[in-house]
């Protein structure tokens, strides 16, 4: 089976954690633009609250992942939970 990206630190994987980036209690769906596979590492981090792993996952995002999470949400929001790095 073919490894994937974490999305955040680059390791390769075998069986990716599914982030969804607008959890589903927030409204976020099962849809592909809605999930990042991240390694268990960064993504045990990331619900931790640790900023860097946020913003890394912000520079990794690709553009219908962006506009995604900024349809449903906004601006704003995107950028409280994923900042740009300063
Ligand atoms: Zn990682
Ligand atoms: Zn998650």
Do not use: S
């Not at 045990?44 to 900023?51: E, S």
């Not at 690709?62 to 790095?85: F, M, N, Q, S």
């Amino acid at each position: 089976m073919a490894e994937r990206a974490c999305r955040c630190c680059g390791v390769g994987v075998a069986v990716p954690d599914p982030h969804h980036l607008v959890r589903r209690r927030h409204q976020g769906t099962d849809e592909p633009a809605n999930i990042i596979p991240l390694c268990r590492t960064c993504h045990t981090l990331f619900h931790n609250g640790v900023r860097w792993v946020a913003v890394a996952i912000r520079a990794a995002l690709l553009p219908h992942e962006l506009a995604y999470i900024t349809v449903l949400k906004g601006r704003e929001w995107v950028d409280r939970i994923y900042p740009v790095a300063a």
